[in-house]
């Protein structure tokens, strides 16, 4: 991956319109870096080796700081003359310019120097962008000390302190992701460091290890279908082992600096793929003792689907919202942005609410566990309980947040590509984020209630479900990703209600429904997966 910037020292005499006059005569982003500023190198690639988009600010979390960042987004900033409110963290002093925003990154640096206010040229510049309403992406500085400063003895003390930090372990512990549930944070990835610093050691690649989990997880739901403790029991710890080491390929990502696309939809569908062939291992299992639970297995994939797409969705949809910031008077002093005081949580409520929502460290823990304790059944029985809570709580949550948004869509796209279905271009529904989740719903039930009608063969019927719920899955990840499938191959899926014509006819005749398995199996898994890894090879291309 090839990424082109230049670089320029700003000095305290520097002018927007030479810097802007910089930018516009370049190809290439611009890296704008104060004179007076000291951070290490790690914290620099931030900025130069992530395959930005956007312009990106490179902040210090800092309480009462004149800097303000929400999400991943600067949406205020300060200067000698500007205030912003509810500030949060502190600009270090670098910034990159994108030439993806290049038409209004001119403008608004023209704007501001016409403006005739006068304080630090790069300060002016971040400050420009935010009220423009320019996106400005937050590149956090932590684990590590930083100055800016014209105190030439201070400079030179805080360098002092990061040449004696061993590189590779501030890169490392870079690598963690800081808002992973509390499983994640506080067990898993205490053990995926050890195997990244190895992975680096031994230069395997993010993609490679996302593979080797996936392998793991695919001997995890093999041992599960056999149906015995010490099998299960080996099943259990090989999903630990797996999700351990998918810990492992975004750690290595973000350490290696090599992100892509595909890696990024590989370690996603690839977890989709475990976590719902554990739930065919077990009801296998199950199965060889005489257990029916292929209803609850498939019941549990449903419910999965559903609340993982809408996960996705809202997260997005509300990214945008929240971030659609109003143009703001360069002149004017203060943003004013006024900050609602919230009760501030303590440690044990933040992660008792990061418990709740049941992500995958928990879910795939509760897996394990209950699979050991009582078996098949007692997953069966204790999983759609633990989701139900959490999907309550969450969609409570959620609800309650789009109900104070305007009546209008925005984003349309990202819903639409995933409707497989019907659209309505002149929908307003704010709720649209919940619309893929509620026909992947109603999609489910229908194929449950007519599996259990007609009595089909139980392992065929889940895995039609499967291979219809992973070309949702599909549809999804492109959707994140601004892509959509070409129309041959949505015309090839038949759509929601295609498919269930179809299904309906094969029961209508006793015909067995295996080579619907087969046909969806091999479009959505196989050639949809194959469709999508070539087109995004010659992209990279």
């Known amino acids: 991956m090839k990424i082109d910037f230049r670089t320029i020292t700003v000095n305290d005499s520097a002018k927007i319109s030479e810097i802007a006059e910089a930018f516009a005569d370049s190809k290439t982003d611009l890296i704008l870096i104060d004179e007076n500023s000291v951070f290490s190198q790690p914290h620099l690639e931030l900025l130069t080796d992530y395959p930005r988009k956007t312009a990106t600010?490179?902040?210090?979390?800092?309480?009462?700081?004149?800097?303000?960042?929400?999400?991943?987004?600067?949406?205020?900033?300060?200067?000698?003359?500007?205030?912003?409110?509810?500030?949060?963290?502190?600009?270090?002093?670098?910034?990159?310019?994108?030439?993806?925003?290049?038409?209004?990154?001119?403008?608004?640096?023209?704007?501001?120097?016409?403006?005739?206010?006068?304080?630090?040229?790069?300060?002016?510049?971040?400050?420009?962008?935010?009220?423009?309403?320019?996106?400005?992406?937050?590149?956090?500085?932590?684990?590590?000390?930083?100055?800016?400063?014209?105190?030439?003895?201070?400079?030179?003390?805080?360098?002092?302190?990061?040449?004696?930090?061993?590189?590779?372990?501030?890169?490392?512990?870079?690598?963690?992701?800081?808002?992973?549930?509390?499983?994640?944070?506080?067990?898993?990835?205490?053990?995926?460091?050890?195997?990244?610093?190895?992975?680096?050691?031994?230069?395997?690649?993010?993609?490679?290890i996302t593979l080797i989990s996936f392998a793991i997880g695919l001997l995890s739901a093999y041992e599960f279908s056999r149906g015995d403790f010490w099998s299960i029991f080996t099943g259990a710890f090989l999903l630990q082992l797996s999700i351990i080491v998918d810990c492992v390929d975004g750690e290595l990502a973000r350490y290696t600096r090599r992100f892509s696309q595909l890696g990024a939809w590989l370690d996603a569908i690839t977890d989709r793929i475990k976590e719902y062939l554990v739930f065919f291992g077990l009801a296998y299992g199950a199965a060889r003792d005489g257990r029916d639970l292929w209803i609850p297995a498939m019941a549990m994939m449903v419910f999965q689907a559903v609340r993982h797409l809408s996960d996705y969705n809202f997260a997005r949809i509300n990214k945008v919202r929240s971030t659609d910031l109003p143009i703001i008077d360069f002149k004017l002093t203060n943003d004013g942005f006024v900050p609602i005081k919230i009760a501030k949580k303590s440690r044990l409520q933040y992660w008792a609410k990061k418990v709740i929502q049941f992500p995958i460290g928990e879910r795939w823990l509760a897996i394990s566990a209950s699979a050991v304790i009582g078996g098949a059944a007692f997953t069966f029985t204790i999983m759609p309980i633990l989701a139900a809570i959490s999907i309550v709580v969450v969609f409570r949550a959620r609800i309650q947040v789009s109900r104070s948004w305007p009546k209008e869509r925005v984003n349309k796209k990202l819903i639409d590509d995933q409707l497989d279905t019907f659209k309505n271009p002149k929908s307003t529904?704010?709720?649209?984020?919940?619309?893929?989740?509620?026909?992947?719903?109603?999609?489910?039930?229908?194929?449950?209630?007519?599996?259990?009608?007609?009595?089909?063969?139980?392992?065929?019927?889940?895995?039609?479900?499967?291979?219809?719920?992973?070309?949702?899955?599909?549809?999804?990840?492109?959707?994140?990703?601004?892509?959509?499938?070409?129309?041959?191959?949505?015309?090839?899926?038949?759509?929601?209600?295609?498919?269930?014509a179809i299904l309906g006819l094969f029961i209508t005749f006793s015909w067995s429904i295996a080579p619907l398995v087969w046909y969806f199996g091999v479009l959505f898994l196989v050639v949809s997966s194959i469709q999508w890894i070539a087109g995004e090879k010659s992209r990279i291309v």
Not at 75 to 95: D, E, I, Q, R, Y
Not at 120 to 129: C, E, F, M, P, R
Not at 485 to 494: D, Q, T, V
């Open 57 to 208: 600010a490179l902040v210090a979390p800092l309480y009462n700081g004149e800097t303000r960042v929400i999400g991943d987004r600067v949406v205020g900033a300060g200067s000698s003359f500007h205030t912003a409110g509810g500030g949060n963290s502190t600009f270090v002093g670098a910034l990159r310019l994108s030439q993806n925003q290049r038409k209004d990154v001119i403008a608004a640096l023209d704007k501001m120097e016409k403006s005739g206010v006068n304080a630090h040229s790069l300060d002016l510049i971040l400050v420009a962008l935010v009220r423009a309403g320019v996106y400005v992406a937050s590149a956090q500085l932590t684990f590590a000390p930083f100055a800016r400063s014209k105190d030439s003895d201070l400079r030179a003390k805080t360098k002092s302190e990061i040449d004696s930090i061993n590189d590779g372990r501030l890169r490392l512990k870079m690598a963690n992701r800081a808002n992973d549930g509390f499983f994640s944070v506080f067990v898993l990835r205490k053990f995926s460091k050890l195997f990244t610093w190895a992975a680096v050691r031994l230069k395997v690649t993010p993609n490679q």
């Open 429 to 500: 529904n704010r709720f649209d984020w919940l619309e893929p989740s509620i026909l992947r719903a109603g999609e489910g039930a229908v194929v449950i209630c007519l599996t259990l009608i007609a009595d089909l063969n139980r392992p065929t019927a889940f895995l039609l479900l499967f291979a219809i719920i992973y070309g949702h899955y599909d549809n999804l990840y492109r959707a994140l990703q601004g892509e959509h499938k070409p129309r041959w191959l949505a015309y090839a899926g038949i759509f929601i209600l295609g498919r269930l």
